[in-house]
């Protein structure tokens, strides 16, 4: 099945990413925490496209001038968009659908701080698009890490609110009252705050590291700052 997948992600800059770590990190160690987790996820679907050659993959980034700094982590399985918009939900839009002309296909959007998400999760969040009108990721803190559709509805999107614990549930609302049929993935857990760092940590310490799923990157810098 052909899909395309799009990755939000702000520019890894000392003091401008990964804030909320900075109870416990400085800004140039988160800095550096975000360009490991940067490294491992375009790693991974990387290796998601070298089995599933119809996946085109983006990058949506912010803000627009830090291309350049972006392009020397990337590698040619991706394109580089822009995010476009007054808050998250717009911009998530936008990207979902500047990346559905591109490649007139089914779309998925996630973020760039998942450097555990299985690689099992990834390739059941496009298959599930084959039945279902819309693929759901739930996160611990009552959002969701991933949400994927077969074209962009804008209504998903129209929250005054982000970032809260009512976000998953106003979103299944929206899709339920225009008749969305959708496929859940497992729960899982983006990495904000420093107790969803701890929780990566012994996440890690039980993996496997000769699988290519395994976040090495992210592993590393975690063992260096902690």
Not at 92 to 109: F, G, H, K, R, T
């Given at each position: ?32 925490l975000h360009k490991a987790f940067l490294k491992d996820i375009i790693n991974k679907f990387s290796n998601i ?178």
């Amino acid at each position: 099945m052909k899909a395309a997948f799009v990755i939000m992600s702000r520019a890894p800059i000392a003091g401008k990413t990964k804030t909320r770590l900075q109870s416990h990190l400085s800004p140039k160690e988160c800095a550096e925490l975000h360009k490991a987790f940067l490294k491992d996820i375009i790693n991974k679907f990387s290796n998601i496209k070298k089995k599933y050659s119809q996946l085109d993959l983006y990058l949506s980034i912010t803000p627009p001038e830090s291309e350049n700094l972006f392009k020397e982590l990337l590698n040619e399985d991706f394109k580089i968009i822009t995010q476009k918009g007054k808050d998250l939900g717009r911009k998530m839009y936008n990207s979902l659908l500047d990346a559905y002309q591109l490649s007139n296909s089914p779309v998925i959007i996630t973020g760039s701080d998942l450097p555990s998400l299985p690689i099992s999760i990834i390739t059941e969040s496009f298959a599930g698009l084959k039945e279902r009108d819309l693929v759901i990721g739930p996160s611990l803190d009552g959002g969701y890490y991933l949400l994927g559709m077969k074209k962009p509805h804008a209504f998903l999107f129209e929250q005054q609110k982000w970032g809260n614990k009512s976000v998953l549930e106003k979103t299944l609302k929206a899709a339920s009252k225009y008749d969305l049929k959708s496929h859940f993935l497992p729960e899982w857990y983006d990495v904000d705050t420093f107790n969803e760092l701890l929780i990566l940590r012994e996440y890690l310490k039980m993996g496997d590291k000769s699988n290519n799923d395994y976040p090495i990157e992210s592993k590393k810098i975690i063992d260096k700052l902690l």
